[in-house]
């Protein structure tokens, strides 16, 4: 542990030869990918930085044994605390080239190639320039840092054989300059998170093969995590403020814009109808005109002629910009990632290969911090002040991903509620006003009399966990409830032992409660913050009459998470629409070869912009007159409709994608004629 503050490096790595940092996975006739982020640029994973770094210092540990205490330190050992390195991919600004290359293995003995082993590989084109920051927590390790750097001359896969040689430059260390942090005007904080890296926040203590994640950062998550960033600046007798607050659950936002007033887990009784088919080669969702029609099975009773409505899914959420605003439902980005697991030098063990979900990095969340007093909120802020201003990071999930609090803002509404008392959307539409909606903002963990984890609320239930039993001769009753259960898995860091699973109702969860007596009701719960246990973790808080929501409104262009139904999806489906056509006309005929296609894809991914694309396109054109064997092949190729095709697209990139496309639709012909 060392009290001075930690050091921020930035380093450039430029590609000097094609490198190919792969995802293990292929389409269409790509055999192997490389790995790409949110945006749809090439990058290099951390971990593979962060193990060639290892690597080269298990090197020289061969030569100089008393660097292995040091490395301990630097890269933390199995078993026992994280080490002082912690990093992000690498990735780059621009687009990121990429070239196709095409292998085989060669007969023993022979320069022929041996039969069913060619593979097409994607690799970044030389010239790209990546930039990665690493945050060091002992600076007096940045001198073996700075020697292992100097020693990792080559990344990605095919080392051994020319690819993927690389400059590493380190730049100058990002120094740190304290700022002046406002006092807290209310008890109530919210923090607004980023992920640098990709987060996999597990669901099970128990994982298999595919390691399932969370969309969202548990309250207890959180909590813990800021617990270890204080105890890891030597301030570990300043935990007692985590007595007086409570920690909630940080929930995925639709953009990275803070001025969300309301974001909460989809209500479990939105409901939605089922499609109906189109008269279309396309399916429903790639028709354009948005989703089908969303209704709240609370308070609207479906039509027994109707389908059975859909259920909301379990990564979606709704949130809005103002009180009464319209509401906006959305799902935050999770891929699911491969990963092998190399052993150790000299280790006798096994790769092991899983896989993993993971919340795309550049996701933000919004959390709320719940203090006792103002005096409460302002120690925090002060506790926290180099988190709150972007100049550290805490580590979240399975690896520890860091992550950075973008912005602090104090929260004026009152707990427990998120609108008054008869002012919920479309209240004159729904009835009386006596109606009370209680919706779960976070998973609620209740015991019965017999310490049994409850499934539901009920009126004698609900009355003794506020606290006041003279309810329950008021004239209020649920009348409706929409509700499901989900396990509660944690682990003792101190112990070093998972703690015992607890069940709990679901957030999203939802009640009607109706009656005369559904007023006082409402006043009791807004007195109080959260319900049932571990309540500082953000467990049991919730909203009312947050419900009904009657209407879902489109996003903002510029989203870090996706809606349910995106304008990419409809133009990845029209390009494969049309490439199918294409494709369908060579099927026709006796067209280029499935390695003259391979070429025309390799070079159009190569075109930096549309006029090579153009002087691609007229050097296939003209090719069977300037190359009399090779190109007749050509001469059956549809030029002009292609042409055509290409000039509906927005961009280079689904130029680019219609191109490749087309090629996936006819290399599986184009196999069968060449047997």
Same mark, same amino acid.
């Given at each position: 542990?060392?009290?001075?503050?930690?050091?921020?490096?930035?380093?450039?790595?430029?590609?000097?030869?094609?490198?190919?940092?792969?995802?293990?996975?292929?389409?269409?006739?790509?055999?192997?990918?490389?790995?790409?982020?949110?945006?749809?640029?090439?990058?290099?994973?951390?971990?593979?930085?962060?193990?060639?770094?290892?690597?080269?210092?298990?090197? %020289?540990? #061969?030569?100089? !044994? *008393? @660097?292995?205490?040091? &490395?301990? =330190? $630097?890269?933390?050992?199995?078993?026992?605390?994280? /080490?002082?390195?912690?990093?992000?991919?690498?990735?780059?600004?621009?687009?990121?080239?990429?070239?196709?290359?095409?292998?085989?293995?060669?007969?023993?003995?022979?320069?022929?190639?041996?039969?069913?082993?060619?593979?097409?590989?994607?690799?970044?084109?030389?010239?790209?320039?990546?930039?990665?920051? %690493?945050? #060091?927590?002992? !600076? *007096? @390790?940045?001198?073996? &840092?700075? =020697? $292992?750097?100097?020693?990792?001359?080559?990344?990605? /896969?095919?080392?051994?054989?020319?690819?993927?040689?690389?400059?590493?430059?380190?730049?100058?260390?990002?120094?740190?300059?304290?700022?002046?942090?406002?006092?807290?005007?209310?008890?109530?904080?919210?923090?607004?998170?980023?992920?640098?890296?990709?987060?996999?926040?597990?669901?099970?203590?128990?994982?298999?093969? #595919?390691?399932?994640?969370?969309?969202?950062?548990?309250?207890?998550? $959180?909590?813990?995590?800021?617990?270890?960033?204080?105890?890891?600046?030597?301030?570990?007798?300043?935990?007692?403020?985590?007595?007086?607050?409570?920690?909630?659950?940080?929930?995925?936002?639709?953009?990275?814009?803070?001025?969300?007033?309301?974001?909460?887990?989809?209500?479990?009784?939105?409901?939605?109808?089922?499609?109906?088919?189109?008269?279309?080669?396309?399916?429903?969702?790639?028709?354009?005109?948005?989703?089908?029609?969303?209704?709240?099975?609370?308070?609207?009773?479906?039509?027994?002629?109707?389908?059975?409505?859909?259920?909301?899914?379990?990564?979606?959420?709704?949130?809005?910009?103002?009180?009464?605003?319209?509401?906006?439902?959305?799902?935050?980005?999770?891929?699911?990632?491969?990963?092998?697991?190399?052993?150790?030098?000299?280790?006798?063990?096994?790769?092991?290969?899983?896989?993993?979900?993971?919340?795309?990095?550049?996701?933000?969340?919004?959390?709320?911090?719940?203090?006792?007093?103002?005096?409460?909120?302002?120690?925090?802020?002060?506790?926290?002040?180099?988190?709150?201003?972007?100049?550290?990071?805490?580590?979240?999930?399975?690896?520890?991903?860091?992550?950075?609090?973008?912005?602090?803002?104090?929260?004026?509404?009152?707990?427990?509620?998120?609108?008054?008392?008869?002012?919920?959307?479309?209240?004159?539409?729904?009835?009386?006003?006596?109606?009370?909606?209680?919706?779960?903002?976070?998973?609620?963990?209740?015991?019965?009399?017999?310490?049994?984890?409850?499934?539901?609320?009920?009126?004698?239930?609900?009355?003794?966990?506020?606290?006041?039993?003279?309810?329950?001769?008021?004239?209020?009753?649920?009348?409706?409830?929409?509700?499901?259960?989900?396990?509660?898995?944690?682990?003792?860091?101190?112990?070093?032992?998972?703690?015992?699973?607890?069940?709990?109702?679901?957030?999203?969860?939802?009640?009607?409660?109706?009656?005369?007596?559904?007023?006082?009701?409402?006043?009791?719960?807004?007195?109080?913050?959260?319900?049932?246990?571990?309540?500082?973790?953000?467990?049991?808080?919730?909203?009312?009459?947050?419900?009904?929501?009657?209407?879902?409104?489109?996003?903002?262009?510029?989203?870090?998470?996706?809606?349910?139904?995106?304008?990419?999806?409809?133009?990845?489906?029209?390009?494969?629409?049309?490439?199918?056509?294409?494709?369908?006309?060579?099927?026709?005929?006796?067209?280029?070869?499935?390695?003259?296609?391979?070429?025309?894809?390799?070079?159009?991914?190569?075109?930096?912009?549309?006029?090579?694309?153009?002087?691609?396109?007229?050097?296939?054109?003209?090719?069977?007159?300037?190359?009399?064997?090779?190109?007749?092949?050509?001469?059956?190729?549809?030029?002009?409709?292609?042409?055509?095709?290409?000039?509906?697209?927005?961009?280079?990139?689904?130029?680019?994608?219609?191109?490749?496309?087309?090629?996936?639709?006819?290399?599986?012909?184009?196999?069968?004629?060449?047997?």
């Amino acid at each position: 542990m060392n009290p001075s503050r930690p050091s921020l490096f930035r380093i450039e790595v430029t590609v000097l030869e094609d490198l190919h940092a792969g995802t293990g996975t292929g389409a269409g006739d790509i055999d192997a990918l490389v790995e790409r982020d949110r945006h749809d640029r090439p990058v290099i994973r951390a971990s593979h930085l962060k193990g060639l770094l290892r690597e080269a210092g298990e090197e %020289l540990t #061969l030569y100089e !044994p *008393t @660097l292995v205490a040091n &490395l301990g =330190r $630097l890269f933390g050992t199995s078993g026992s605390t994280r /080490g002082a390195l912690e990093l992000t991919s690498l990735r780059t600004t621009d687009e990121g080239r990429t070239l196709v290359w095409g292998s085989t293995a060669r007969q023993e003995n022979q320069r022929a190639p041996k039969d069913d082993t060619l593979r097409f590989v994607e690799h970044v084109a030389a010239g790209t320039v990546f930039h990665a920051t %690493l945050r #060091l927590a002992d !600076p *007096t @390790l940045a001198p073996l &840092l700075e =020697r $292992l750097l100097r020693r990792v001359d080559r990344l990605g /896969g095919h080392r051994n054989r020319g690819a993927g040689l690389v400059r590493v430059r380190p730049t100058p260390i990002l120094s740190y300059q304290p700022q002046e942090i406002p006092a807290a005007a209310e008890p109530r904080l919210r923090l607004i998170l980023r992920n640098l890296e990709p987060l996999c926040l597990p669901t099970t203590g128990h994982p298999g093969n #595919l390691i399932r994640t969370h969309s969202f950062v548990r309250g207890q998550t $959180l909590r813990g995590a800021l617990m270890a960033w204080l105890i890891r600046e030597g301030k570990s007798g300043d935990l007692a403020v985590f007595d007086h607050l409570s920690v909630g659950d940080a929930l995925p936002l639709p953009t990275d814009v803070d001025e969300v007033t309301q974001v909460l887990p989809i209500p479990l009784s939105i409901l939605t109808k089922k499609p109906k088919a189109q008269n279309s080669g396309l399916p429903w969702w790639a028709m354009g005109g948005g989703a089908p029609e969303a209704f709240d099975g609370l308070y609207i009773e479906k039509d027994k002629k109707d389908e059975k409505p859909k259920r909301p899914g379990e990564h979606e959420y709704v949130c809005r910009e103002t009180a009464n605003g319209s509401w906006i439902r959305y799902a935050p980005s999770i891929r699911v990632r491969l990963r092998n697991a190399t052993p150790k030098r000299r280790s006798e063990a096994a790769a092991n290969l899983f896989s993993l979900e993971e919340l795309a990095e550049d996701t933000w969340f919004a959390s709320e911090v719940r203090c006792d007093s103002e005096e409460t909120a302002g120690e925090f802020l002060r506790l926290f002040a180099p988190l709150l201003k972007e100049a550290d990071w805490i580590t979240l999930g399975r690896g520890g991903a860091p992550t950075c609090i973008e912005k602090v803002r104090p929260v004026m509404s009152s707990p427990g509620t998120s609108t008054t008392m008869g002012q919920a959307d479309n209240a004159s539409a729904i009835g009386s006003r006596q109606d009370l909606y209680l919706t779960l903002q976070s998973d609620l963990i209740l015991r019965g009399p017999n310490l049994g984890f409850l499934d539901n609320l009920d009126k004698i239930v609900l009355c003794e966990i506020i606290g006041r039993k003279d309810l329950q001769s008021q004239d209020w009753k649920i009348e409706k409830a929409v509700t499901e259960t989900t396990p509660i898995h944690g682990f003792n860091a101190v112990s070093g032992l998972r703690r015992s699973p607890a069940l709990a109702i679901r957030r999203g969860s939802c009640w009607k409660i109706s009656g005369a007596g559904s007023a006082t009701l409402a006043d009791a719960l807004a007195k109080i913050d959260a319900l049932g246990e571990r309540t500082e973790e953000g467990f049991g808080r919730f909203v009312l009459n947050a419900q009904p929501v009657k209407g879902f409104s489109e996003p903002s262009p510029v989203t870090n998470t996706p809606v349910t139904t995106t304008a990419r999806q409809n133009r990845n489906e029209t390009l494969l629409a049309k490439a199918k056509g294409l494709a369908d006309e060579l099927n026709k005929a006796n067209g280029p070869s499935l390695s003259q296609l391979q070429w025309l894809r390799e070079r159009a991914l190569a075109c930096r912009d549309v006029q090579d694309l153009e002087k691609l396109l007229e050097e296939i054109k003209t090719a069977k007159n300037r190359r009399p064997q090779g190109g007749k092949a050509w001469e059956v190729f549809p030029h002009e409709k292609l042409i055509e095709d290409l000039k509906s697209c927005q961009n280079l990139e689904e130029k680019r994608l219609l191109i490749s496309y087309l090629v996936q639709w006819r290399a599986p012909n184009a196999r069968k004629e060449r047997r």
